[in-house]
């Protein structure tokens, strides 16, 4: 293609109302009531004979990034417009900030992405939300942007109206496939159509390293809701369900001796900033005697 990107956004109406109203959400963006998404089985195919350039030109317009995927030329509604995904997301990706805080605006620091199109021969896929290391090298070939953008180490993958099964296969298919992400966090809340707070919720950590004899992942699984998956009430408190990132697993693809050197660096960082602390404290204490002994 040449020159502004064009795509195809008849509105013609050959097809049954409701088919009609779906269409809507791809030709203008449109997420319509009377196209009863809540009845529709996902995946959904939306969109036929689409190319990859087309369908980022329409995501980026309808700002629909995480909702939709491309494979073979068609576009398939994977997720629905939902304010518990789009918290949950947010609140994972807050409690990752908080945790790199202390390394930020150094050579440790992470970048966090929102749902940023994947380009791989045949699929263009988006994640909720990715980290990776500020400083990790550019690849040689078959990168996150189809040349040299290196893959990020960690995805979030939240999923509400989008089926475990579904949920899975992204993952296992197409995220961890060779020499992409190292690890995933994926979250499925279950579906309630009456906008109902969930009350099962499922998280699992999926790490490149951790499979079996015959390579199948073996994801280690926490249950957080209100109730686990047999329908038994659980009481979840905080600090209870902690999920663990090897630095390893995170800095992936960093030089080799990067955590020793950058550890050594946090770890005098952390000094320098606990000796300034308690000179701060000192001198507060010095002060408070001072003002003492001037009264009397």
Known sequence: ????????????????????????????????????????????ALKTHVTLDEYIFQTDKHNVKGLWEWENETVRVIKLPSDFHGKSVGTIVGELAIAFQAVRYTLSGVTFSEATTSKTH??????????????????????????????????????YSQTELELKKKV???????????????????YTPDDTVPTEMTAWHYCVNNRTAVGAFTPIMYEFGTINRQGDPINIVPGQCVINIPLGCIYHGMPKDFLEIENAKLRQ??????????????RKAENVKLKAEERN
């Open 1 to 44: 293609m040449s020159g502004a990107t064009e795509v195809s956004t008849s509105l013609d109406r050959p097809l049954r109302d409701v088919d009609w109203y779906r269409q809507l959400w791809w030709n203008t963006g449109n997420f319509h009531p009377k196209a009863k998404w809540n009845e529709a089985t996902l995946p959904y």
């Open 122 to 159: 045949g699929g263009g896929k988006e994640p909720d939300a990715s980290l990776t290391p500020s400083g990790k090298p550019p690849v040689t070939s078959g990168g996150y942007d189809g040349k040299n953008k290196p893959w990020p180490n960690v995805v979030i993958e939240v999923a």
């Open 172 to 190: 296992e298919t197409y995220w961890l496939s060779n020499n992409r992400v190292h690890d995933v966090i994926a979250i499925k809340l279950n």
């Open 269 to 282: 960082t952390m000094k320098e900033k606990s000796d300034l602390e308690a000179e701060n404290s000192k």
